[in-house]
């Protein structure tokens, strides 16, 4: 499945902003779904994810409790809500696939499937 995110730009800490993931055949049913991000000079790092059932969320711990990632399978579409953003959620998101039903995104990520061109998020203080 090819995905492709949207929905970055930029945001004053504290605002919200919502990112999509739209998966080009509207098929992610069967696929738990997630994102990562990767700010400038630093390795790119799980941030959230749901399960295929959409029964199950996962989150950092930098992020719980401000996102929530949602996913609507009927549209084929993954939605990241960020709110209370900080300056150090700058960075560059990606939404990933993952078939596997019991290891869906665990370290260290191998079962992951296709990644989004990423989006563009920025914080000002």
């Known amino acids: 499945v090819q995905l492709q995110a949207s929905g970055g730009g930029l945001a004053q800490a504290g605002d919200s902003l919502k990112l999509s993931c739209v998966a080009s055949e509207g098929r992610i049913n069967k696929y738990s779904m997630g994102w990562f991000r990767q700010a400038p000079g630093k390795v790119r790092e799980f941030v959230a994810a749901i399960s295929w059932d959409s029964a199950s969320t996962k989150y950092s711990d930098s992020v719980k409790g401000r996102f929530t990632v949602s996913k609507d399978n009927a549209n084929g579409l993954v939605y990241l809500q960020m709110n209370s953003l900080k300056p150090d959620d700058t960075a560059v998101y990606y939404c990933?696939?993952?078939?596997?039903?019991?290891?869906?995104?665990?370290?260290?990520?191998?079962?992951?499937?296709?990644w989004g061109q990423g989006t563009q998020v920025t914080v000002s203080s």
């Open positions: 990933a696939s993952d078939p596997s039903r019991l290891r869906w995104f665990q370290p260290p990520f191998d079962y992951i499937e296709s």
